[in-house]
Nanobody, 121 residues
């Protein structure tokens, strides 16, 4: 069993920054790839960014590339630094994990509780 514990919710004005964190606990061999999906109001859930915690690489959605940076804090904890936030970044952000990037991009098996990010204009 894997649990994902998120932190870092907040509200900022456009152009501001926030940092989200996510820690995987339990049988972390099932969490080789970690990152965030998000669900804006009235929209489908979408991929944001992910990282291979074994050091294999990162993924960024086009909408956030160049503004967001995902990094590894330790073996089972990742951070998402969000800079130059825009109102369209407003969403519930969900930490998610799975064994590898393919599984994660398709449908992650494990999900955190979600963190609300609100960006005002």
């Amino acid at each position: 069993q894997v649990q994902l514990v998120e932190s870092g919710e907040g509200s900022v004005q456009a152009g501001g920054s926030l940092r989200l964190s996510c820690a995987a606990i339990g049988d972390t061999k099932y969490s080789g790839y970690m990152g965030w999906w998000r669900q804006p109001p009235g929209k489908e859930r979408e991929v944001v960014a992910g990282i291979d915690v074994r050091g294999g690489g990162t993924y960024y959605a086009d909408a956030v590339r160049g503004r967001f940076t995902i990094s590894q804090y330790d073996a089972n904890t990742v951070r998402l630094q969000m800079n130059n936030l825009k109102p369209e970044d407003t969403a519930m952000y969900y930490c998610a994990s799975d064994r590898n990037s393919q599984q994660w991009l398709y449908q992650p098996n494990y999900w955190g509780q979600g963190s609300q990010v609100t960006v005002s204009s």
